[in-house]
């Protein structure tokens, strides 16, 4: 089974996926988790944005926006074969996947969390304007359908919260909610 987790940057997917990695390796390591009837699968966490950066698969810099840009192409030969993942990534749902996890945060609050950890006034009123706009949201939807996409607000939910719904995404234990955060307002 393959968990993409997406959403604009600074809606929180690493420091969730993250919480998640360590929540699978303790239901690993404890005894009997097997015999008590707990289903979450035993998933590697994949950071994708980390396998660019480390294997280089990008094709340029985008000096304007100060990225590199993703060889998708690249990126899914990387991944095939990797099936028991959890793939974080705000790219991750242009990957085959199981399930689609996309990460929404209120655009003035992500606004916020991208200035804090250093981004230009540009790039941040960019993404927040994406967010309001469900860019990645509208994306995972068309790539894999209603059925296989869940949204997880991230605004006002610490991340322990977060990994936890991300745990019963993976464990099947949540309904799919594609459509249900709305943020349009932010741009009036």
Known sequence: MRLAVTGTPGTGKTTATELLASRLADEAAAPNAAANGESTPDLEVIHLNRVLED???????????????????????????????????????????????????????LEERLLERGETAAKAEENAESEALDVILSEAVEEHGLESVYEVDTTDRDPEAVAAELEAVAAGEREPSAGEVDFMGYLT
């Open 55 to 109: 294997e280089g698969l990008y094709t340029e810099v985008d000096a304007d926006r100060e990225s590199k840009v993703a060889d998708l192409e690249a990126l899914a030969e990387w991944l095939a074969g990797r099936d028991d993942a959890v793939v974080e990534s705000h790219l991750a749902h242009h990957f085959d996947a199981d399930r689609v996890v996309v990460l929404r945060c209120h655009p003035e609050t």
